[in-house]
């Protein structure tokens, strides 16, 4: 009987130059990926929006929305090159080697406070991680800051202060050392312990893990950034309860999340157990949209949960981490390839796991496009069972709305959305849904709603100022 380990073997020739094999794998995507780019950024000059859409976005719109995209286009142009050069100056100076030395010399500077137990290369490879992610925060930070208090600001969608920044970023760095330590260390501890045949057993880890992940991120880790506060009762709540209990949708809580704290972008979203779940809307969402259409696009959230694309989605990542495990065991004993990049003496399998990744990214991108061809397949469906049930005009001013308020790219080219897009855009799931244009959606009039809603409020406070002076005369 023919091993998984045999069927994917790899020879172990010491003769194949590793840090060239990868650091060309590295170039080949970022020149794929930098092709993509120049052909959506083609669309991106285009000066008026598709037929389909052109009655309900007026030309400002449009024009800010295809700034916008251009705007985000060039920076992942710069910060995808800045990874090429960071990655090129990693492999060319053998950073891995002297980073692994480092945080080995780190643990050991914390062997006093850590438990007898901790030792060896699992916890050594732990440091090296979270040594790894501190770095690369740090170096990263420039980027980020540019990205939220630059481009994000100037479109007006940024609404982090650099307070609340740093303590995410702090948070986050937290998280992923308390959290992460003990993933990673059971992740390593399978390799070791069942060898050759440790595919299947992974791949119930993570399983596992993911499930684990679905319930506690929204309920305990989510909080620590984000103020969930149970809905209001009122006709949004009254609308939200009588949709799942036709739809028989196991709900039990319902949250508004503050996202308006860190950005103007809208969203809403599901999470919990198959028998109990808890629906979570953005601020945002229910600012910019009336008591239908949010509810029209819960129920396009639901149409996922009944049409089980979640688990779906679940065994389709499972098929994917057997190519991966099944791929990657016949690097684990692959010797050049780590003495190709300093590692003499030790192997240890997280390097060799990590340097694998680098060569795997030629299938990798194969699958994106099948993986996306299947998300966009289950958003149709979603939208068809939201419409289904009678929520089609509603959905689709949601999704009109959506798009204004994001600035959304509203023209694709083809080949960089089947790679890059998980959802379809605006124009082909109007199409599908066959909607029919009624009203135009323009910046003007959403700048007078705006100003309407101020005088409004002026006119209640000068009210209530009145009032208070009456009683006082009194």
Known sequence: MISLTETFSFPDNSNIDWKTVILGFTVGQFLFETYLDYRQYQVF??????????KEVDQETFDKSQEYSRAKSKFSFFSSTFGLIQNAIVIKYDLLPKLWSFSGVLMAKCASILPRAWGGVITHSIFFIFTSQILTTIIGSPLTYYQNFVLEEKFGFNKLTMKLWITDTIKTIGLSIVLGSPCIAAFLKIIDYYGDQFIFYLMGFVLVLNL???TIIPTLIMPLF??????EDGELKTAIENLALQQKFPLTKLFVIDGSKRSSHSNAYFTGLPWSKQIVLFDTLIEHNSTEETVAVLAHEIGHWKLNHLPKMLIMSQGHLFIIFSIFSSFIHNNSLYNSFGFINEKPILIGFLLFNDIFQPMECILTFGQHLISRKHEYEADKYAVDCGYDKEL???LIKLCHENLSGMITDWLYSSYHHSHPILPERLDAMGY?????????KKEKVEEEKVEEEKVEEEKVEEEKKEEKSD
């Open 436 to 444: 029919v244009s009624t009203e135009k959606i323009s910046i003007e």
């Open 212 to 214: 684990v992940a679905m």
């Open 45 to 54: 000059q285009k000066r008026s929006p598709p037929a389909s859409i052109k």
């Open 226 to 231: 984000n103020k969930f506060t149970p809905l």
């Open 396 to 398: 689709s001013r949601a």
